[in-house]
């Protein structure tokens, strides 16, 4: 049976000594007090050297750190608290004996404070009075653990007011501070610039081709084509040019009084004045009204409503170029066709003519029927005077002078026929007969009136294209007028400012997550 070891008593009386140790010394009997009630109840039995058995002991975690603080100071390297008890009990070192703990308390002092104690004190010192620190009560499991959690809360507590005090940091100088600049800019130093709206339509004229492109004549789709080409066009170098040699514009926002992010620059090139001119000039097409709305800033409500004059009278000249090439463009087929219609009927009349000259003859088929008619008359009359010859014979004494009359008729009839057949070999055969020259005369009137036929019609489609492009022909409408304005429309102050402090958090925000989502990856 193990003797239960007596504790010591001692006398604490006051001193004159540092505060310093006098406060580490209160401390330390504190928490050897602490740690004396749980370790006498330990000491009642034989000390234990196993691990397992140590642990069931119910050591608390104070008794533990005073362990391995008393095997640092033996010199023994433990590996865990428990097995810093084990190993003093190896040497036959109780860690719970008061001796050593008071020990191991005495021994805690720094070399500063063992070095002041050292220091002897030869000249009177002024000595005030030191307030008598009591051990402090011992605490519970409980509230120990509330203790934790409190400072615990404390730390998130402090470390939160960090965190936002960073973050309205941040905000103040990638946000806040941008977005007064701008403001400031806007309301103080911004030069106000006048516009004048206008608005103006592309209309079709009355009427419409066949076929589907009947259903869109009079509606917007049928001039989407020449409104967005309109709106191209005045938003174009090309119009800048012209402006500037009919204005001046780069000279009117050339001036001193301008602000210098709206000025430009004396030397400015054709691309600076561009980028300038298309700020300006805002041209927008609704294609659902095929109304194009234009509106122009300038720095004087005068020059706004003369620049807006000049777009509009550009507009209308080129709303008529394209309506004139549209114009040409279809009629040059239909003039190409009926000029050639025209030749070619030329061609076969002059075709008919040689013809006509070279048989000089006006109707073949009459002469050859005339020469037919002539034969069969001198045949017919041959017959007559064969039979009357016949009828002579007949009698036993034939009237001699009679019967040589009608022989010499019959001859006569006999050698005008073969005369005729001749003339009507001739006319009938051969390369230059009449009936071939009346066959390419009957050629040549038919190919003649297909020529008309065809000049005729390409007469009529020419009439109908230029029918139908009269009907397409494209005119600038304006609907409202420019008007000088009399207040400045831009810049507009407010609504800029808190678009700047929109886009500068956007901008903010954007830039956060994806440092939060970097930094996520890296740590991961």
Request: no cysteine; net charge neutral.
């Amino acid at each position: 049976m193990t003797t239960k070891p007596k504790a010591k008593k001692y006398r604490w009386r006051r001193s004159r000594q540092d505060p310093a140790s006098a406060d580490a010394r209160a401390d330390a009997i504190s928490r050897i007090r602490a740690a004396t009630q749980p370790a006498e109840a330990a000491n009642d039995t034989a000390p234990a050297t196993d691990i397992e058995t140590i642990k069931s002991e119910g050591l608390t975690g104070r008794q533990l750190r005073v362990a391995r603080r008393l095997a640092q100071k033996n010199g023994l390297e433990a590996t865990s608290d428990y097995d810093a008890v084990r190993l003093l009990r190896l040497k036959g070192i109780n860690p719970f004996e008061r001796a050593n703990l008071l020990d191991l308390a005495a021994n805690k002092k720094n070399p500063e404070e063992q070095a002041r104690d050292k220091i002897k004190i030869q000249l009177p010192q002024t000595i005030t009075e030191q307030p008598q620190i009591l051990p402090g009560p011992n605490l519970s499991p409980a509230e120990r653990r509330n203790l934790e959690i409190g400072q615990i809360q404390k730390d998130i507590a402090r470390r939160r007011r960090r965190k936002l005090f960073a973050l309205f940091a941040r905000l103040t100088a990638f946000v806040l501070l941008p977005t007064l600049i701008v403001g400031t800019y806007f309301y103080r130093y911004a030069t106000p610039m006048y516009a004048s709206k206008s608005a103006f339509s592309i209309l079709q004229a009355d009427g419409g081709g066949a076929a589907f492109g009947g259903f869109l004549a009079g509606t917007q789709f049928a001039t989407a084509q020449d409104s967005v080409a309109t709106q191209e066009f005045l938003e174009s170098k090309d119009a800048l040019v012209r402006l500037e040699q009919d204005t001046n514009f780069s000279e009117i926002f050339k001036q001193e009084w301008i602000d210098p992010i709206q000025r430009l620059p004396q030397d400015a090139s054709l691309e600076e004045t561009h980028k300038l001119f298309r700020r300006m000039i805002t041209i927008g097409y609704d294609p659902s009204d095929g109304i194009i709305r234009m509106e122009v800033a300038a720095p004087s409500p005068e020059v706004s409503v003369k620049l807006s004059e000049r777009l509009l009278s550009y507009a209308e000249e080129t709303i008529n170029g394209l309506s004139e090439l549209k114009r040409e463009d279809q009629m040059r087929d239909a003039i190409a066709t009926f000029e050639s219609a025209q030749q070619e009927r030329r061609k076969a009349q002059e075709a008919l003519i040689e013809l006509q000259l070279q048989g000089a003859v006006l109707d073949p088929e009459n002469v050859i029927a005339g020469l037919r008619m002539r034969i069969n008359a001198i045949e017919v009359e041959l017959q007559e005077k064969e039979l009357q010859l016949a009828a002579l014979m007949d009698n036993l004494r034939p009237n001699q002078a009679k019967v040589d009359g009608v022989r010499a008729d019959i001859q006569r009839l006999e050698s005008v026929l073969a005369e005729l057949n001749a003339e009507m070999v001739d006319v009938s055969a051969g390369e230059n007969s009449l009936a071939r020259l009346s066959v390419r005369i009957q050629m040549a009137q038919a190919d003649l009136a297909a020529r008309d036929l065809m000049m005729q019609t390409a007469l009529e489609q020419v009439e109908n294209t230029r029918t139908e492009a009269n009907r397409k022909v494209r005119y600038l409408t304006v609907s409202v007028n420019p008007v000088a304005s009399e207040e400045p429309t831009y810049p507009r102050k407010f609504e800029n400012t808190i678009l700047a402090f929109l886009l500068f958090a956007g901008i903010y925000l954007m830039i956060s997550l994806t440092a939060s989502v970097l930094r996520e990856q890296v740590s991961s």
